[in-house]
């Protein structure tokens, strides 16, 4: 029993449920948590060094991705949005984040599509079921004006 409970706690400790584990960059916690300008540059540094598994790197583009949304670079969040997607297509947050944008440019139809990728990818990610159930609102009731 004792095994199992130092097994469990070493498990909770290194962050079995991170996506990025191991991240092998010492700007990752910038990358990961910081202010948006600060994203964009500490990850760009860990993109320009290399050597991250591609799960990994799927996870900063997509950090990177919500420092340029959050700073109001749309073009630049799209496409490390897209790079995300690419690296690994089944983590739905990027789905969801490019939901957010297509939604705050006016275009419902493909919000909800992006919504509707990311549940399919994962059916319990609150956030993207969240907006999506929000978004549909909106976009009735502005329907009927």
């Known amino acids: 029993m004792r095994r199992l409970i130092a097994i469990a706690a070493t498990w909770t400790l290194i962050g079995a449920g991170s996506l990025a584990a191991a ?3 010492p700007d ?4 990961d948590t910081g202010a948006p300008a600060q994203q964009i540059v500490s990850c760009g540094k860990i993109v320009a060094k290399g050597g991250e598994k591609p799960e990994d790197l799927a996870w900063i583009y997509y950090r990177r991705g919500n420092g340029y949304q959050d700073t109001g670079k ?3 969040a799209l496409a490390d949005y897209a790079k995300a997607i690419a690296l690994n297509p089944k983590f ?3 789905h969801n984040a490019v939901g ?3 939604f705050d440019d006016g275009k419902y139809a493909d919000a909800v599509a992006a ?3 990311a549940i399919a990818i994962d059916p319990k990610n609150w956030r ?3 907006n999506r159930a929000m978004r549909c609102a909106v976009w009735a009731r502005r329907l009927r004006r």
């Open 23 to 25: 991240p092998v960059s």
């Open 28 to 31: 990752w916690p910038d990358c």
């Open 74 to 76: 749309a073009k630049e």
């Open 92 to 94: 739905s947050e990027p």
């Open 100 to 102: 957010m944008m297509h």
């Open 115 to 117: 919504y509707d990728r």
């Open 128 to 130: 993207a079921l969240n």
